[in-house]
T-cell receptor
Framework: ETGVTQTPRHLVMGMTNKKSLKCEQHLGHNAMYWYKQSAKKPLELMFVYSLEERVENNSVPSRFSPECPNSSHLFLHLHTLQPEDSALYLC?????????????FGNGTRLTVT | QQPVQSPQAVILREGEDAVINCSSS?????VHWYRQKHGEAPVFLMILLKGGEQKGHDKISASFNEKKQQSSLYLTASQLSYSGTYFC??????????????FGKGTKLSVIP
């Protein structure tokens, strides 16, 4: 149990589908993150929310749309994805900025785009 | 720019020691270390917040050389449970107030009996 729960664990979707990834943290943290982990690539930061406000957006294509309705929940809405978007999507949370706060990761959603 | 980790992979026998290095081209404010086992979430190991700082718990420790812009992770008397991929993440001085944490590609550590 990591304190950060992601659902679903696995997702297969076609390029024309719309789906959403969900993340919930039970740690009372203020910041939540989406990271993408592809094979043989470093973890890539996608979005960061602090106190429900988006504070980082790392040039992510518009087919990925984040939503943070409250400090405990984070969603990643997906539409019209490409096969190269297949990856492990990790949610994380922290108490403050990453300068001095560790990240607590969820187990991830393994996404396959067909 | 992402930090560079070395080696990319290492195989150890139980009880052997290992060092994993993480180098950056930017002046660093802090360095994070995480371990990820196959099919699991990355797990936080430690943060080093200022140059010269050293930390450790159990038989895993790390150092941060601010002048050389690098950090090293030391695994002593390795155990089977140490197997996994180790990632360093860096925060540059220019990003000290942000949420940016840039990860290296990882070092795959395998400990065999």
């Amino acid at each position: 149990e990591t304190g950060v729960t992601q659902t679903p664990r696995h997702l297969v979707m076609g390029m024309t589908n719309k789906k959403s990834l969900k993340c919930e943290q039970h740690l009372g943290h203020n910041a939540m993150y989406w990271y993408k982990q592809s094979a043989k690539k470093p973890l890539e930061l996608m979005f960061v929310y602090s106190l429900e406000e988006r504070v980082e957006n790392n040039s992510v294509p518009s087919r990925f749309s984040p939503e943070c309705p409250n400090s405990s929940h984070l969603f990643l809405h997906l539409h019209t994805l490409q096969p190269e978007d297949s990856a492990l999507y990790l949610c994380a949370s922290s108490t403050g900025t990453t300068a001095n706060s560790p990240l607590h990761f969820g187990n991830g959603t393994r996404l396959t785009v067909t | 720019q992402q930090p560079v980790q070395s080696p990319q992979a290492v195989i150890l026998r139980e009880g052997e020691d290992a060092v994993i290095n993480c180098s950056s081209s930017k002046a660093l404010y802090s360095v994070h270390w995480y371990r990820q086992k196959h099919g699991e979430a990355p797990v936080f190991l430690m943060i080093l917040l200022k140059g010269g700082e050293q930390k450790g718990h159990d038989k895993i420790s790390a150092s941060f050389n601010e002048k050389k812009q690098q950090s090293s992770l030391y695994l002593t008397a390795s155990q089977l449970s140490y197997s996994g991929t180790y990632f360093c993440g860096t925060v540059p001085y220019s990003g000290a107030g942000s949420y940016q944490l840039t990860f290296g590609k990882g070092t795959k550590l395998s400990v065999i009996p």
